[in-house]
């Protein structure tokens, strides 16, 4: 079978048939998300810059973004920062090529500082943050197997997809993008470091949320409680657009107002204030955590665009994952996509390929695995073309 590839059919109780089940989003705030997002826009600048310079992608990873959380002294009307947020770049990088000195880490630190700016509008990126660069020149026979000419994956990882997304893992990824987006026009008091974390336990949906706060809009106790209770009623109402299962909702449940103790934040950000942050830790390809899925725990974020697998093949796992489903589900519930690479070899070839349709009728499943079969080996074989799908933005990896 060409690509190693097999496609069959399993026999599993599907997730939304399960009788629990827990989904988790890390919002763009986050310090985890930051590390990604920052990682991986320094990865798309360099591409961006070895492309001009060179017509094509030099070795690099940007994956090893650290977080170092700052001091802060946060109150009522407006509080200060005390210590700043610590970020450490560190990764591999092609620097020079023969006698050109390359200015990568002017592109990486301009990269991390403009998506700063660009997603925690409440931060100082003068005052509140110290962005250190430690890339370093990429190790020679990573370099030489990294010849974007040549194909060829420059590590041993899998990827991992599944589809479709559960009505309890829709209501958990748009509840955070519903609150960092269209609502902060009528809040603009909750902050960017938004968690959601979903239960589901048969047909209720219980959200627990953690929102900060930013302090400057926050005058004092009773406003900040008005908040809540508006934030809670606006995702409540934004839930019900997506299921129709009974969906509680609980922000900022370490709150204790009888001892005064309140999410408050100056800069709308957590990392403002002792929490860390490290790229891998967060969200998955598809912008979620899912305990009760199958998972990779490689991190996207920052690797090279053109080869690294532990990002395309993660990528190309939901992909696939979604249009075999789209193409085959009736009578199939869900769809798990795992492939694994060998470094050295073709990126189109992966060592092993499995596609598995979740069923629980008894039928005739041929004509499905044969189209199951024929979307991944198109997909793997135009993997290139995800290249400049990332380099657009126009594919997210958390």
């Given amino acids: 079978m060409s690509k190693n590839l097999v496609a069959e059919t399993i026999k599993e109780t599907p997730i939304e048939q ?11 705030g986050h310090p985890d998300s930051l590390a990604d997002g920052i990682a991986e826009n320094v990865s798309r600048e360099l591409s961006r810059m070895y492309i001009k310079e060179f017509d094509r992608i030099l070795h690099h990873n940007s994956d090893e973004v650290q977080i170092a959380g700052g ?11 005390l210590e700043p947020v610590y970020i450490l770049l560190v990764g ?34 003068y005052e509140d943050v110290t962005v250190d660069c430690r890339l370093g020149q990429g ?32 209501v958990t990824y748009e509840t955070e993008r519903f609150i960092n987006n269209s609502l ?42 008005s908040v809540i209770e508006e934030l809670k009623a606006r995702i409540h109402d934004h839930a019900h657009g997506i299921t129709e299962r009974d969906v509680r909702v609980m922000v900022n449940t370490a709150d204790d107002y009888d001892r005064g103790v309140y999410y408050i934040t100056v800069t709308g950000l957590s990392m403002e204030n002792g929490d860390d942050g490290s790229v891998g830790r967060g969200n998955r390809v598809n912008g979620l955590i899912t305990p009760f899925r199958p998972m990779s725990m490689e991190a996207a974020a920052g690797k090279n665009p053109v080869t690294h697998v532990g990002k395309l093949y993660n990528v190309l796992a939901k992909l696939i994952a979604e249009e075999v489903y789209e193409e085959t589900e009736d009578n199939v519930h869900d769809v798990f996509v795992r492939l694994v690479s060998q470094i050295g070899k073709p990126i189109t070839e992966p060592q092993a390929a499995s596609v598995q349709l979740v069923v629980m009728e008894d039928d005739d499943y041929s004509s499905k695995l044969e189209t199951a079969e024929a979307i991944a080996e198109e997909r793997l074989d135009n993997i290139e073309k995800l290249t400049k799908k990332i380099l657009k933005d126009e594919i997210e990896v958390f």
């Fill in 18 to 28: 399960q009788r629990i089940e827990i989904v988790e989003r890390k919002g763009v």
């Fill in 71 to 81: 001091q802060a002294e946060p109150k009522f009307g407006g509080g200060i920062i």
């Fill in 92 to 125: 591999r990088a092609v620097t020079n090529v023969g006698d050109k000195r390359l200015p990568y880490r002017s592109v990486a630190l301009r990269a991390a500082d403009d998506y700063l700016r660009k997603n925690c509008p409440h931060l100082d990126t």
């Fill in 139 to 170: 190790s020679m026979d990573l370099r030489e197997v990294y010849d974007t000419r040549r194909g060829l994956a420059n590590d041993t990882s899998f990827g991992v997809g599944f589809a479709p997304l559960s009505e309890t893992e829709k």
């Fill in 184 to 225: 902060k026009d009528d809040l603009p008091e909750v902050g960017q470091d938004v968690k959601v974390m979903a239960s589901r336990i048969g047909d209720r949906i219980d959200l627990t949320v953690a929102a900060a706060m930013v302090d400057s809009y926050v005058p004092d106790a009773d406003h900040y409680i």
